[in-house]
C-alpha cells in the first residue's frame, strides 16, 4: 500500500540544523512532485518547500528562503528537508506530500515533529 514516511525531526537549539526524510512506497515516486509542509499548533498547515518530479525546479516559502533546501533522490525513494538556522517560528509538525503530475492524486505522510527551542 502506499505509504509515506517521515523521519528525522526532533528538538533542536535556535541556530541548529535538522534533516528530515520522507521515504515512499507504494506507488512510481518518478511520477509525483513532492513538497513539505508544517502546521504549528493553532495555525493552518502551509507550504514549505516543493520539487518538480525529477528535482529540476524548487520553490520555498518566503520565510525559510536560503535556510531550507529540499531535495529528492528518486533511486532511493525519498525526498529530503534540510533544515539550517532554525528559529523557535519553524516549531511545527512537518508533513510530505506526494502529488501526481497528471492525475493529481495526492498522499500525505503521517508528520513528524520539529521542535526549536533554547
Known amino acids: 500500500q502506499v505509504q509515506l514516511v517521515e523521519s528525522g525531526g526532533g528538538l533542536v537549539q535556535p541556530g541548529g540544523s535538522l534533516r528530515l526524510s520522507c521515504a515512499a512506497s507504494?506507488?512510481?515516486?518518478?511520477?509525483?512532485?513532492m513538497s513539505w509542509y508544517r502546521q504549528a499548533p493553532g495555525k493552518t498547515r502551509e507550504l514549505v518547500a516543493a520539487i518538480t518530479r525529477a528535482g529540476g525546479s524548487t520553490n520555498y516559502a518566503d520565510s525559510v528562503k536560503g535556510r531550507f533546501t529540499i531535495s529528492r533522490d528518486n533511486a532511493k525513494n525519498t525526498v529530503y528537508l534540510q533544515m539550517n538556522n532554525l528559529k523557535p517560528e519553524d516549531t511545527a509538525v512537518y508533513y510530505c506530500?506526494?502529488?501526481?503530475?497528471?492525475?493529481?492524486?495526492?498522499?500525505w505522510g503521517q508528520g513528524t515533529q520539529v521542535t526549536v527551542s533554547s
Open positions: 507504494g506507488f512510481t515516486f518518478s511520477n509525483y512532485a
Open positions: 506530500k506526494a502529488r501526481h503530475i497528471i492525475t493529481k492524486d495526492e498522499y
